[in-house]
């Protein structure tokens, strides 16, 4: 927190929205010393779309002798939503459901997170290192229902079956423990070795996953299709180092070592009695960076290659699997100018290749692996600052997402993102001994449309956003408006079977477009103190 005492800030707006938070940072104390605590919550936008949550952080930074120093760290947050679903497309249409309805009214969730750190720096003339231990808890309930009542019940002899609904219940929890540690020799032998670092990163989880369908009529339980218990453990272990050949070249590269060792308890399993499995794999990722700058010019032309992995969904391996990590290979060309903090622009293009890549099923609620995708495309940002009065930002992002097996668009992947801020600010007079100072910002942000299964294609989504505030010393009060046009847009939308009539013989098997409703015109005032 850079600006230091204690600082109290009051919402209000839109739909029954409130926010308090409270934030406290010793003056005497260094800008990483700080808590803060802060609540929200509001009625939402439209039917099952309440919310609230709270949030708490807290850190201490202790200066140490021998140049060592203590990072503590705390923080919890817990929040309960509504969702409202998605609605089908031809039932928008045809009146039977408004813009902003709702299927399902029980839908939503409770999500927890609550973690500590405890770190020991160490910064010396020669060499930094600096070790970390700490630990996490992570609870998730969610309830949804994409698909309405496909699914049936068995029959018995001579009884028919039913379709009770497909509303989902998920459980996930979590409790892991981990550590990190790495050091960096700063001052080598070497004149054009900049520095070598090495460090350790490691991490227990246990883990619970379940996954119900519930009753429509009086959210009973019906039907258990995921009950397990994970336990994962990672151990990652990397060396890095820059050269310096010359002033005007930089290279920096290093190898990570993962390993990743999964134990499967599938409660379903077997037959429904229950089945065990575990795996352990390996992987070894290169990563290297290439800079370079023309002679008397502020241009920096770079090109990189890395190697990363990812975790699996545990309940697809298969017993003494050897691979359970997913490798992802990323390349970038691009140039970058800056010029004394007032200009900074950047230009990439990249390339990634992921070797079994997610995407998610409604019908299931789960997502399924799809095999390998390459994603290939372009990125550009600006950044431009006038004096003290004016700074512009720009981002734009185009991409490209393939099957690498048929060559078809990965589904819901936005080929096109961009977003703009503009913030013009500045002191106007000054009253009372303070200076009183006006602020104004516009938020422009661009999604292009998105490729959607059996060859649709989604709205393009363009919202502004928009901002104003004042402050006379201590005190300040302001408003910010988001979706200040009041556009009409979808904030999802996805293409799948289902049927929400309950009363209707066999469902229809023939895919329908689905959309989830973005918020409207909403108007958010504060008033805060400074003190």
Known sequence: ???????????YGSFG??????VWAPRAQPEETFAAVDY????GFGPSRAWSRVRAMGQAVIDLPRDWSLRLLATSYSGRF????????????????GFFDTYDPYQGGLSTRHQGLVEARYRGDDDRSAIAVYGLSRDLRLRHDFTGFTLETPALPGETSERPGDLAEQLHQVIELGMTGSYRRVQLPWRWVRYLEAGVAVRHSRIEQSQRRLRRSDRQPWLDEVSAELQLTAVGLYLEAELRPTRRLAIRGGLRLDALSD??????????IGSRRDALGFQASPRVTVEARPPGSDLWIFA???RGVRSPQALSLGDGERAPLTATDSGEVGLRFQRAGRFEARLVG???????????DHSSGRTLHVGETLRAGAAGSLALRLGRLARLSTNLTWVRALFVDDGTE??????LVSRTDVTVGRAVARLWGRDLRLELGAILSVIGPRPLPFDEVSWAVVLVDASASARLGEVEVGVTIRNLLDTRWRDGEFVYVSSFDQGEGDPSLVPARHLTAGYPFTAMGHLALHL
Do not use: M, N
């Open 410 to 415: 990965v589904p819901y992947a936005p080929p």
């Open 263 to 272: 134990l499967i308890h599938d409660r379903l399993g077997g037959g429904g």
């Open 40 to 43: 929200e919550a509001g009625d």
């Open 82 to 97: 509504d969702s409202a679903g998605v609605v089908r497309l031809d039932d928008l249409d045809s009146g039977q459901v």
């Open 17 to 22: 929205s409130w926010r308090t938070v409270l």
């Open 350 to 360: 990249f390339a990634t290749s992921i070797e079994e890549d997610l995407v998610f």
């Open 304 to 306: 990189s290659y890395g």
């Open 1 to 11: 927190v850079e600006e230091r005492g204690i600082h109290v800030r009051g919402e």
